[in-house]
């Protein structure tokens, strides 16, 4: 049997449906990618995304024979990816983050950690995210680190009608047949949905390759480098937001967050110096934070998400994950050389 060109598709299909493993591991991985930020959306953790891809990769193979070619294959294959993922958060909890936990904290407060019951949202690293034009423009609204928070606010069948409905722009007839309801009750899914993701904290990202960002950066790190609060606020706006998984306790409002930061970071890290690498994670700007070992170098340390808004070019909220596995994951270098 004759190898079809990687582009076409339907030839490719037509052998898979024969019976040719090489032709679906060819068509299945052009589709690969956007089926693990799907299954990201849905679970908040790009372990398992990875898992639940290779489950929907397992599971078209062996139902391919059911496919009869009456709507598109990329259809096809996200209804299979989406209940894979429903059937993987049945029964458990959502992933989580500290400003769906409680309140914000007070200054002064005790610190406490959020416990083994709770598992939080993790970034994605650069190298998961989409490389054409068109791609990044969709994934910088539909994959920033605020809007996969958001998602696991919702109940899992309305996640999965308004992921499905709202970003890949299936009609509520096909949101129907995947979450087995009728096109009313999936338009109350998604009424419910978006009233619940309108209320959730969020600003227009600003492009992180823009001039101004490069420069907002520049002056936030170097902020942190000189322990100076002044200068740490010009760089955030006035209704900041900062947390630090796996502490539970999150701040609000420049006044408090530079009192934490002020009193709990920059005091003890007077004289001890932190460096920093700026990166991206979920399309957005991000700075892998390193503190100096006793050989010299300078170890990974953890990993801050910034939400930097489009109008002001500030920081609108900080996510800083106090685990430096974290920030190697999403692709920053575990160590940096001495100086």
Not at 35 to 48: D, I
Not at 94 to 120: N, R, Y
Not at 136 to 165: D, G, K, N, Y
Not at 236 to 258: I, K
Request: aromatic share 8%; hydrophobic share 45%.
């Amino acid at each position: 049997m004759t190898t079809a060109a990687p582009g076409d598709e339907s030839a490719l299909l037509g052998q898979a449906r024969a019976g040719s493993n090489a032709a679906f591991s060819t068509l299945f991985s052009s589709k690969r990618a956007t089926l693990y930020r799907h299954s990201y959306r849905m679970l908040g953790s790009g372990t398992e995304a990875d898992d639940a891809v290779q489950d929907t990769l397992l599971r078209a193979w062996q139902r391919l024979g059911s496919f009869d070619g009456r709507g598109s294959f990329d259809g096809w294959l996200y209804r299979i990816a989406t209940n894979v993922c429903l059937d993987r958060l049945r029964g458990r909890r959502a992933k989580s983050h500290p400003v769906l936990i409680g309140p914000a904290s007070d200054l002064g407060g005790s610190m406490e950690t959020g416990g083994a019951d709770v598992e939080w949202v993790l970034p994605l690293g650069a190298s998961t995210m989409a490389s054409s034009p068109e791609d990044s423009a969709i994934e910088a609204e539909h994959i920033s680190f605020a809007f996969v928070v958001a998602l696991q606010r919702l109940p899992a069948r309305q996640r999965a009608a308004l992921l499905l409905h709202d970003v890949l722009g299936f009609g509520p007839d096909e949101v129907a047949t995947v979450l087995e309801a009728t096109p009313g009750a999936v338009n109350s899914l998604l009424h419910r949905a978006r009233q619940t993701m309108d209320e959730s904290p969020s600003v227009a990202l600003a492009d992180p390759d823009s001039p101004d960002v490069k420069a907002l950066l520049e002056r936030y790190i170097r902020a942190w480098q000189l322990a100076d609060i002044a200068r740490f606020l010009e760089t955030v706006s006035d209704d900041v937001r900062m947390s630090m998984p796996p502490l539970r306790n999150w701040f609000l409002g420049a006044a408090d967050v530079a009192g934490f930061v002020g009193n709990a970071i920059f005091g003890p890290a007077a004289g001890v110096g932190v460096r920093m690498v700026v990166g991206r994670v979920n399309g957005q700007s991000a700075v892998a934070t390193y503190q100096p070992t006793p050989d010299g170098t300078w170890g990974a340390s953890g990993l801050q998400v910034l939400d930097v808004d489009r109008h002001e070019t500030l920081i609108s909220s900080i996510t800083s994950f106090l685990d430096p596995q974290i920030a190697i994951s999403c692709g920053f270098p575990a160590e940096l050389p001495a100086n």
